[in-house]
């Protein structure tokens, strides 16, 4: 009888534990906490994709705000702060007036000294191109959510992992905007019929956008690299697809990640780690 009662009151407080840790449990595809690593989605082109942004030290963190092909952040981001661009500021307004001439970078600055990623995280990462952008929603299913009370859109490949991009904003003047609405990331692509204008990549509660912006508004960099190499391990596809999914009773339910999507909602054992299928 006593026996029962310790029993009882063992899968009780074991339960509550379960409940309690799974608000701050999401099915991000991090294999540990060392950040960044480059998830492999299952994209049709192989590329794989940072699992925070630069300058953030975790998928939810929003990292810095850099304008297009500028390599530093700034405390205003103005088309006079603009590293790229030159003007006349005639009435002294704090804004060029006249004669506004923007350098031209180059159609794609992936892997030039223009690009954050090359300067700032070395090896094979890069700025992601339009096209790999497209890519990217084209091909994930998408949810708007939040990690530890940090809004953003978390992604899911084909392959069944998933990254996380924060609602960063963007940074304009001296200000923040947007921030916990809308999370804004350069391409590497400068917009074909606008010099001044870059491709970027838009995610809000409202949906998932591509769009252009100036190149002085300070934008989030999320990179991309299609080389594994031996400091970042990628878990891909092929590690995943033998593992199984377990109840926490530890009773098997499901012999393939791909399968997490058709299971009801509950808590589920996954590579050694709780996630949570709502
Ligand atoms: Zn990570």
């Known amino acids: 009888m006593m026996m029962k009662k310790f029993l009882h009151l063992f899968l009780v407080s074991f339960m509550t534990l379960l409940t309690a840790n799974a608000q701050n449990v999401n099915t991000l595809s991090c294999p540990d906490d060392n950040h960044p690593h480059a998830i492999d989605l299952g994209l049709p082109s192989g590329t794989k994709w940072a699992c925070c942004n630069v300058g953030a030290d975790k998928p939810e963190a929003y990292?810095?705000?850099?304008?297009?092909?500028?390599?530093?952040?700034k405390s205003t981001y103005t088309e006079m702060t603009y590293q790229y661009c030159t003007g006349e500021d005639t009435d002294g307004d704090g804004y060029y007036d006249s004669n506004i001439s923007y350098q031209s970078l180059g159609s794609d600055i992936?892997?030039?000294?223009y690009d954050v990623a090359h300067v700032k995280w070395g090896g094979s990462w890069v700025m992601p191109s339009h096209d790999q952008q497209m890519e990217l929603i084209s091909s994930c299913t998408y949810t708007w959510t939040s990690i530890n009370g940090v809004s953003g859109e978390e992604l899911t490949g084909p392959n069944g992992c998933t990254i996380f991009f924060?609602?960063?904003?963007?940074a304009y003047l001296d200000e923040v905007y947007?921030?916990?609405?809308?999370?804004?990331y350069w391409s590497s692509t400068q917009n074909p019929m606008f010099s001044y204008f870059s491709n970027h990549l838009t995610f809000a509660s409202y949906g998932v956008s591509l769009g252009?912006?100036?190149?002085?508004?300070?934008?989030s960099v999320r990179l991309v690299t299609s080389v594994t190499n031996s400091i970042?391990?990628?878990k891909s596809s092929s590690e995943i697809s033998n593992q199984a999914i377990y109840n926490i009773y530890g009773i098997k339910v499901a012999s393939n990640p791909k399968e997490i999507g058709k299971l009801p909602s509950g808590v589920y054992i996954f590579n050694g780690k709780k996630v949570v299928v709502k």
């Open 166 to 170: 924060p609602a960063a904003g963007f």
């Open 110 to 113: 992936a892997n030039t000294e």
């Open 63 to 73: 990292g810095g705000y850099y304008a297009w092909g500028e390599i530093e952040e």
């Open 232 to 234: 970042y391990l990628p």
């Open 212 to 219: 252009s912006y100036n190149q002085s508004r300070g934008l």
């Open 178 to 184: 947007h921030s916990t609405v809308d999370g804004n």
